[in-house]
């Protein structure tokens, strides 16, 4: 199967203007995902790099306790579509 390309060409741009809802999803959760990659490294690593080992593994945990209502929030929202997809069907 062939890769897409990374830039966007004319093709992308009629396929984001017919399906707008999946191209804003799309670009949410790559941005989501790029803010929590950004969190992790740059976060992480400048606690180790100024307090060392330890206070970076007690940034770590504090970081995944603060983002664990997030996350399953985020899992709730998505269970709750999931229903409402499934009982929207006919």
Same mark, same amino acid.
Not at 1 to 5: I, L
Not at 40 to 46: C, D, E, M, P, R
């Given at each position: 199967?062939? %890769? %897409?390309?990374a830039a966007l060409d004319a093709s992308d741009f009629r396929y984001?203007? %017919?399906d707008l809802r999946r191209y804003a999803r799309q670009t949410n959760? %790559?941005?989501t995902v790029g803010f929590i990659l950004l969190l992790?490294?740059?976060?992480?690593?400048?606690i180790y790099i100024f307090y060392g080992q330890g206070g970076a593994l007690m940034g770590l945990v504090c970081i995944l306790l603060g983002l664990a209502p997030v996350i399953l929030i985020g899992l709730a929202l998505a269970v709750m579509e999931w229903i409402v997809q499934r009982a929207n069907r006919d």
């Open positions: 199967m062939a %890769r %897409r390309p984001m203007a %017919r959760f %790559r941005l992790f490294t740059v976060g992480i690593g400048l």
